[in-house]
Every structure is written in C-alpha cells, then in structure tokens.
C-alpha cells in the first residue's frame, strides 16, 4: 500500500495539485510580471471568455456525434465479424489497421487526401460531377467528427466483439427456440446482455475523444473562424504557445469537471451491477 | 556524449561567460547544441560545418532540425531548465520581444563590438530593428523571410502582363490566368498565422499599417477594411476552389505542379521552386504590390542560461560574418546583409542580379507583423477574424473592428 500511495503521490497527486495551484495564480511563462495569487479569477474569467464556450460546445458536439457513429457502425461490424467464417483473421487485423496509426499522421494523411488539387478524394468525387468543401465553415467540424470515425471505430469493434463472444449461449438458443425474430433477438438479448462491454466502450473511447487536438491541429488550426476550436486546441494555444499557464490551467480543471460528470452519468447507466440486471 | 561535454563547457560557465564580452573567439570550445528548423536555409548551414570545424576544430557544432510546431515549446523548455537542452538557438522574429523581455536571452553588443570588421551596421536596417529590444541587441539576423510575389514568367509574358504594383492589378491579373485546371493565385489563407502573413502585404497595398508608432493598433481603417475586401474578392474569384484551410505547403505545392500561375510567399521559395519540377525556371520574384512586404526573419540568439556561450558566439561570429553571409547567400541561403545583395560575384554564381536587387528592394522598407509584447497571441488573434471574414461568418466591417479591438487587448494584457 505504501510504495503504491507513494507512487500515486508522485506521478499524479503532485502534478493535479500543482496545476490546481496555477489556475489560481495568473503565472506566465514569458513577460516581466511574477505570478500572483488571484484566487477563482481565471475561473471568472472563462464564463465571459466567448471562444472557450465555442469550443466547449464544439468539443462536447465532437464527442457525442463522433462517439454515437462510431458505436453504432462498431455494433454492426462486431456482429458481422462474429459470423464471418472464412478468412476471419485476416479481416480483423485489416480492419483494426486505422487503430496503429499515430493520430498526427492521420491528420496530415487527411489534410493531403482531401486537398481539392492535390488530393485522391476530391478527384474522385470530381469524376462524378460532386464539389465539396471539405474544410469549409458548414462541413470542417463534420469531416473531422469523419476523420475520427475512421480511426477509432476499429477500437469499438474490437471491444465490442470481445464482448459479444463472451456471451453465453443459452439465453440465444432460448430465443429461437421461442421463434424470436432476429430483430427482437437484438433488441431483447444482445443488447442488455452487450451492455456492460457498450458501457466500458463508450466510456474510454469518449474521454479519448474529449482529448481530440491532433486532427484540427493538422487540417484547420480551429478554422474556418472558430468552426473546429475543440478545448484541448485552445488550452495548447494558450499555454503553451500565448504561455498563460495560470489561464490554461483553469480550462483544463474545467474540462476535468465536465469529463467527470460524464463519466459518472456514463458508469451509472452502465456499468453499476444493478444497471446490467 | 553530447551531454558529457556540455556539462563539462557548462561548469565554468558562472566565472567565464561574465568576463568573455570581448574575449577572443578562436578560444572558445566545447560543444555547442543548436535548434534549428527543417528548412533550405538549415541544410545550408549544415553544408557549412566542415569548414567551421577547419577554423574552429575545439567547437563541435550539432544541430537539431525541428518542424516548426514544435521549436517553440522546446525553446521555452530548455530556457526555463536548469541543465538546458540547447546552447544556441534560432529566433523567430514574433519571439523576440517575449524572449528578451523575460530575460531569456544573452545582450550581445559587447560580443558584436569585440570584433573587428564584422560590420553590424551591414546587416538590413528592418532586421537589426527587430533584434534590438529597448536598445539593446539581442541576436543577429540568420536569413530572412520577407514576403514577395513569386510569379509564372511564362504565363505573364504570354498574356501580355506586367507584374502587378496594385490591388487591382493584382485582381486583374490573377483574374486573367485562372483559366483552366490552373487557377490565379494559390493563396494561405489558413487561419491564424498564416492568413495574416499574407493579407499584411494587401494591407500595406492599401496603404494601411498595423500599428502606430507608439505601439498601439492602428487596424481599424477603412484602408484594412480595402484590404480584406481585395483579398476576399481575389480568393473568390481566382484561388483554388476549396482552399479556405491552405497554408504555405498547400500554396507551394499548386504552384510548383502547375495548378496555380503565382502566389504571395516567401522570397526563398524562387530558387527552391526554380530548382525542381516540370516548371524549373519558369518562376520570377517581384515585389508585392504596392512595394512594402510583410517582413519575417530569422535570428540567432544565445540563451541566458546556454552552457557555452562562447562556443556558440564563435560559431554565429564565424557564419554571419561577411565572407561566411556571402558563402551562404551563393549557396542558397536567403541574404541579410547589404553588401552581398550588391555583390556582382554573388550575383554570378548565385541566382543573378534581378533576383538579388530585388531581394534589397523589398528589404528596404518590409516591416515585420507585430512588434512588441506578446506578439505571436496578437497575430493569432488578428488571423482568426481574417478567416472567419474569407469563410463568409463575419462581414469584412466586422472582422476589421474585432481584430482590432482584440489586437489592442492582447498587447495590452
């Protein structure tokens, strides 16, 4: 117990709370001025500060669309694999392959894919008479919400097909013995049966998601305008790039309240013993 | 073993560096770590090192080429350590103010002073400005980035055109090759940053400035105003379609694979562009229009807390010297002193006379985005409104008053 406090200590007590003292300082890291105690200023601060809404608007509209496609299309390519007979090996290492790729890399990937002149997609859809403006003000937070899916659905299948070989037999042999139709089989057995491993699913891809940075930081910098500022963007921005880390401190222990709001919701629903009766 | 030596240049450091102002370079050793950025300019220098190591074997020079993204965060890293990652580093010139400011970097008048025949004053008026902070220098000028048109000779002489010294000549020509699968211009217009860099050329066309002489923001013009409109007006009508998120790469790579006929850029792209591709050769640089460029430039300055700041000044004295600058500039690099833009020897064995005179020309008078505290926050801040004006989310008025009026509150906090 004690090496393990210790370790805690160190590796997570520490740098919490030393942050936790920052956003109660106006510490920068240039300019002449020494830090000061300024108590729940930064925190004041953020309600009139226009672009963190915007961006916490866009971070959370992020998460729960790019969280909802890609359980649902997981849920459906789980169950697919699950049939498969032939070759299945094979398919699951193919389509897991999104899942290796450092996200950075996926971003520049998309910048250059989607690139009206220079890229194979516009092309494309060139050839069938359509334009579209990927990065443009109405569809740069949807292609980005897309890039995700690409990569991280994977994850949710690979959870979620975990979850499904694991269940028992009998309750599915029950229902067709009982003429369930595939539909109600779904709904009646899988479904509550699946909902732990959904839970757990749902839960670690979404804090992954709230920590999207690298994709916008690839393709649109926040732009068109603010369309793309997601929170992890902005607190970057300000602090290490403006340096006002007292400020970027204070966004950041927001974001931790809404995450572990979430979470919570999340875990209740889910994840508690009598949740999965 | 990099880490062994710099420990061992940097125990002295507290009792030596104090008294080197005018100590006599050739002394100097030990191992010097720099941070550069992966650009042309870099390899240049590395080229360099050999003949360095002739006249200085004691200092082993090792260079690290870094993206830009990520030079910044290990800078302020390693000035903020107590064992630093780096003992000479390359400025950007929107750091310069914070950097000096907060104490971060090494005065070097009395170094400049120790040395017969440098010739400080040699180096381009707009540059040795940026680098002196209250009077004080604080780093040399490495190359520089001053914005120019880098334009299709081909296409200009057969369309009957003349490079553009206006806003509208420049819509008009760029209205007249974008024809075909190659449009008029490949513009960045990026937000942040990249956006500002290049609509600060549209803005001095116009006549505009963005600051006073005092320092305060001076945006809020019907001039600015003009500008954004020219530049909004010139991307919708003549820029790739679908290139709101470009930036720099974006716009070099259309034009050097024919898909645009010219673009606002930095004046180093000519021989880069000049050098490869179906379209080498057919590239001329000429001043923006309306004559005064946005300035960038890149310095080098030693860090307060270096741990051979000898070593790393006998290394800077050595390159930016004027028979070391004129190596350079034939190899390729981008120029910073007067002479050797003026040097027919250069202009032979470099790129030729026009392409260098021009270069001058546009140093002349080119001023840099944002001078003062805070400068890379204000920038920021300015490019965004910029863009969410091209997308079409704010009206042209709206943008201007708002980026002037954050503009004001960024250099003010």
Redesign the interface.
């Known amino acids: 117990m004690v090496p393990l406090g210790l370790l805690l200590g160190v590796i997570v007590a520490y740098p919490l709370g030393y942050s936790l003292w920052l956003s109660l300082t106006d510490r920068r890291?240039?300019?002449?001025k020494d830090a000061t105690f300024v108590g729940l200023d930064q925190y004041a601060g953020l309600l009139d500060n226009a672009a963190y809404g915007v961006a916490m608007r866009n971070t959370i509209v992020f998460v729960v669309v790019a969280v909802t496609l890609e359980l649902v299309l997981g849920l459906a390519l789980a169950m697919a694999l699950q049939r498969q007979r032939r070759a299945r090996d094979l398919t699951r290492a193919f389509l897991l392959t999104p899942m290796f790729v450092t996200p950075i890399a996926v971003g520049l990937m998309f910048?250059f894919l989607l690139?009206?002149?220079?890229g194979a997609i516009?092309a494309i859809l060139d050839n069938v008479g359509l334009?579209?403006?990927?990065?443009?003000?109405t569809l740069?937070l949807p292609t980005i919400i897309a890039i995700d899916v690409w990569q991280w659905t994977p994850f949710m299948v690979l959870l979620l097909l975990a979850g499904l070989e694991s269940l028992p037999r009998q309750p599915f042999e029950a229902a067709r013995v009982d003429g369930a139709s595939a539909w109600m089989t779904f709904r009646r057995v899988t479904l509550p049966l699946l909902k732990p491993a959904i839970g757990i699913a749902v839960l670690l891809r979404a804090l992954d998601a709230f920590k999207v940075f690298e994709y916008v930081?690839a393709?649109?910098?926040?732009?068109?305008?603010?369309?793309t500022e997601t929170i992890q963007y902005q607190i970057y921005?300000t602090g290490?790039?403006?340096?006002r880390i007292g400020e970027a401190a204070a966004m950041a222990f927001v974001l931790i309240a809404v995450v572990l709001v979430l979470a919570t919701i999340l875990y209740r629903r889910f994840l508690r013993p009598e949740a999965s009766a | 073993m990099t880490l062994t030596l710099a420990a061992c240049g940097g125990d002295g450091d507290g009792s030596t560096n104090a008294s080197t102002g005018s100590a006599d370079a050739g002394a100097a050793s030990g191992t010097v770590r720099v941070i550069m950025e992966e650009v042309p300019d870099t390899d240049i220098v590395k080229e360099m090192l050999p003949a360095f190591q002739q006249a200085h074997p004691d200092v082993d020079v090792q260079i690290e080429a870094l993206p830009y993204d990520q030079m910044r965060d290990r800078i302020v890293s390693s000035f903020l350590a107590s064992d630093p990652t780096y003992d000479l580093i390359v400025v950007d010139n929107p750091w310069m103010h914070d950097f000096a400011q907060a104490g971060f970097l090494e005065p070097l008048d009395d170094r400049i002073a120790a040395i017969d025949g440098y010739d400080h004053e040699d180096f381009s008026q707009p540059l040795r400005d940026i680098a002196s902070v209250d009077g004080t220098t604080y780093a040399v000028p490495f190359y520089n980035y001053a914005l120019a048109l880098v334009y299709r000779k081909d296409l200009y002489e057969k369309a009957g055109l003349e490079p553009p010294t206006s806003l509208e000549e420049l819509k008009a020509a760029a209205a007249e090759l974008n024809e075909g699968g190659r449009a008029g211009i490949a513009m960045q217009p990026q937000k942040g940053y990249k956006i500002f860099e290049e609509w600060a050329n549209y803005l001095f066309a116009a006549g505009g400035k963005i600051q006073n002489d005092d320092g305060s923001i001076a945006l809020d013009s019907p001039e600015a105003r003009e500008a954004l409109q020219a530049y909004i007006d010139i991307y919708r009508e003549s820029a790739p379609k679908n290139s709101l998120n470009w930036a720099f790469d974006e716009a070099i790579r259309s034009v050097s694979a024919d898909k645009a006929s010219q673009l606002i850029s930095y004046n180093w792209t000519l021989p880069t562009l000049n050098a490869e591709g179906d379209q080498a050769g057919n590239f001329a640089l000429a001043e923006v229009p309306g004559g005064k460029a946005a300035l960038g430039a890149w310095f080098w300055g030693i860090p307060a807390n270096s741990a051979n700041k000898d070593g790393a000044w006998a290394f800077v004295s050595w390159l930016t010297d004027k028979a070391q600058e004129k190596e350079r500039v034939i190899a390729g690099g981008a120029p910073v002193r007067d002479s050797v833009m003026q040097d027919e020897e250069v202009w032979e064995q470099g790129f030729g006379e026009e392409y260098y005179t021009t270069v001058a020309r546009i140093l002349e008078d080119a001023a840099p985005l944002a001078n003062g505290p805070n400068a890379e926050e204000m920038i920021n801040v300015v490019g965004e409104q910029l863009n969410a004006a091209v997308a079409g989310q704010t009206s042209v008025d709206e943008a201007i008053s708002t980026a002037a009026q954050r503009a004001q509150e960024t250099l003010d906090k």
């Open positions: 890291i240039v300019g002449s910048r690139n009206e002149q220079l516009p334009d579209i403006d990927f990065f443009g003000p740069a930081f393709t649109t910098r926040g732009g068109p305008g603010d369309a921005r290490f790039q403006f340096f």
